[in-house]
């Protein structure tokens, strides 16, 4: 019978001290699960609440869904739907080949606001070459630019639009939006134009690569930041000149604007790339934001991050 009892003080007192030890483990680290990968993030994932997001990649992770129509470059008339879906964005074929830099280049019809909602009436504010039923010519048409070595994108695994200088998109639906407001894109200019503007109020976030600047306005005294020709950035625009709380941040870099103006846009047309009618920016648009409200310090900060980021942009 003592023979039994220590057997079974032996078999808990291993219990314990297996138990004590595996505890220790878990606390320091070892022996613990493998932690996953990140999953990916967008901007409506780093910053909830836009008004509309126009680009080439999801604005959250749980979007799923059409992110832009590209045709062929020679007629425009055979076309198909870039998609997203978990994350993951899939480039179509077209005519059985897919879009490519060289011998198979895809023009961009429509790009659609992953938003969904932020139009007149709760339309949507899809962006397109055939606004209203009329259609620009397809050289007017934003070139889809595919991940490549020396593309021009902020890096070789990242796609962006492409304009020469007489290219632009244009809501079919009016929008409206007072201060304060926020733009945030990622852009790259050879030549002068809007990255984005309404079609009548003087409400721009503008590239002047011959002076290497960018320029806030919004109908006051413009406000004008370095920025180099042909370089890439991440910038954040704050229109709230009301409060005194204008701003423009590029790649990290913030600049106080007080003194913009205070114009809003009101039930107009909205286009990238240049005014309306086309007046296009040279350059490359990877993606545009609209917030309705004042970016802080930290949401910039995180939105340029994330920019910055293998699930953003990358490299740049």
């Given at each position: 019978?003592?023979?039994?009892?220590?057997?079974?003080?032996?078999?808990?007192?291993?219990?314990?001290?297996?138990?004590?030890?595996?505890?220790?483990?878990?606390?320091?680290?070892?022996?613990?699960?493998?932690?996953?990968?990140?999953?990916?993030?967008?901007?409506?994932?780093?910053?909830?609440?836009?008004?509309?997001?126009?680009?080439?990649?999801?604005?959250?992770?749980?979007?799923?869904?059409?992110?832009?129509?590209?045709?062929?470059?020679?007629?425009?008339?055979?076309?198909?739907?870039?998609?997203?879906?978990?994350?993951?964005?899939?480039?179509?074929?077209?005519?059985?080949?897919?879009?490519?830099?060289?011998?198979?280049?895809?023009?961009?019809?429509?790009?659609?606001?992953?938003?969904?909602?932020?139009?007149?009436?709760?339309?949507?504010?899809?962006?397109?070459?055939?606004?209203?039923?009329?259609?620009?010519?397809?050289?007017?048409?934003?070139?889809?630019?595919?991940?490549?070595?020396?593309?021009?994108?902020?890096?070789?695994?990242?796609?962006?639009?492409?304009?020469?200088?007489?290219?632009?998109?244009?809501?079919?639906?009016?929008?409206?939006?007072?201060?304060?407001?926020?733009?945030?894109?990622?852009?790259?200019?050879?030549?002068?134009?809007?990255?984005?503007?309404?079609?009548?109020?003087?409400?721009?976030?503008?590239?002047?690569?011959a002076s290497t600047l960018?320029?806030?306005?919004?109908?006051?005294?413009?406000?004008?930041?370095?920025?180099?020709?042909?370089?890439?950035?991440?910038?954040?625009?704050?229109?709230?000149?009301?409060?005194?709380?204008?701003?423009?941040?590029?790649?990290?870099?913030?600049?106080?604007?007080?003194?913009?103006?205070?114009?809003?846009?009101?039930?107009?047309?909205l286009g990238m790339f240049?005014?309306?009618?086309?007046?296009?920016?040279?350059?490359?648009?990877?993606?545009?934001?609209?917030?309705?409200?004042?970016?802080?310090?930290?949401?910039?900060?995180?939105?340029?991050?994330?920019?910055?980021?293998?699930?953003?942009?990358?490299?740049?």
């Amino acid at each position: 019978m003592a023979k039994a009892w220590k057997s079974l003080f032996l078999v808990i007192g291993l219990a314990l001290t297996h138990s004590a030890a595996l505890a220790t483990m878990l606390m320091s680290g070892v022996g613990a699960p493998l932690t996953a990968a990140p999953s990916y993030q967008g901007r409506g994932d780093i910053v909830p609440g836009a008004l509309a997001d126009w680009g080439l990649r999801p604005y959250t992770a749980a979007f799923s869904g059409n992110i832009a129509n590209v045709c062929d470059q020679a007629t425009g008339l055979t076309c198909a739907n870039v998609t997203a879906a978990a994350g993951v964005v899939t480039f179509p074929t077209i005519s059985g080949v897919a879009c490519n830099n060289t011998t198979n280049i895809c023009i961009i019809k429509t790009l659609f606001d992953q938003v969904g909602n932020g139009c007149a009436a709760g339309a949507n504010c899809d962006q397109t070459t055939i606004p209203a039923g009329s259609r620009f010519s397809i050289t007017e048409w934003p070139v889809l630019v595919m991940p490549g070595a020396s593309n021009g994108c902020t890096d070789s695994t990242k796609p962006c639009m492409s304009g020469n200088g007489g290219q632009c998109f244009q809501t079919s639906n009016n929008i409206t939006y007072a201060q304060p407001f926020s733009y945030v894109a990622v852009y790259s200019a050879s030549g002068a134009s809007d990255i984005i503007a309404p079609s009548t109020t003087n409400l721009q976030l503008r590239p002047i690569p011959a002076s290497t600047l960018i320029q806030q306005y919004a109908g006051g005294s413009p406000k004008d930041v370095a920025a180099t020709s042909g370089t890439h950035y991440s910038v954040q625009a704050v229109y709230a000149d009301a409060t005194s709380a204008s701003s423009i941040s590029i790649n990290a870099v913030t600049s106080t604007s007080t003194g913009i103006g205070t114009s809003g846009a009101t039930a107009e047309k909205l286009g990238m790339f240049g005014s309306i009618p086309c007046s296009s920016m040279a350059g490359t648009i990877s993606e545009v934001t609209i917030y309705p409200f004042t970016l802080t310090s930290t949401q910039i900060t995180n939105l340029n991050a994330n920019d910055h980021s293998s699930q953003g942009w990358g490299t740049f």
